[in-house]
């Protein structure tokens, strides 16, 4: 736990937080999952900031819509339109974040259940 929290500390961005996919970086590194990843930072009062999916942080809004990328998306939406986050990351392979990111804000899709445990659900 303690090299954990080690990686994390080291990995903080200019604001000190802890990039999303910089969390992910770690969770590999490691060998952790990356709720566990999510939850130490937490434990360690260090904030999750640029969600790749554009869900919060600088990377919000960014991104180009695009129609392999909203493809991909659709078999995973529910009658809500939304679609977890770890679907929505799954289905950035090939296509990029970028594109993922603004399919999702072009098409009003929203994601739930972060994997690193920052939201369920996000609240407009």
């Not at 969600?51 to 078999?75: D, H, I, P, V």
């Amino acid at each position: 736990m303690s090299n954990l929290k080690e990686l994390i500390q080291d990995s903080l961005n200019k604001e000190g937080k802890l990039n999303c996919e910089d969390a992910y970086k770690i969770s590999a590194k490691s060998k952790s999952s990356i709720r566990e990843v999510g939850q130490t930072a937490k434990d360690i009062d260090i904030r999750i900031s640029n969600c790749q999916l554009g869900q919060f942080g600088n990377l919000k809004g960014t991104g180009a819509y695009s129609m392999r990328a909203e493809n991909k998306l659709k078999r995973f939406l529910d009658d809500k339109n939304r679609i977890t986050c770890k679907n929505a990351r799954g289905q950035a392979g090939g296509v990029g974040f970028e594109k993922v990111r603004g399919t999702l804000k072009d098409k009003n899709i929203d994601v739930t259940y972060c994997e690193l445990g920052c939201f369920k659900e996000k609240k407009r």
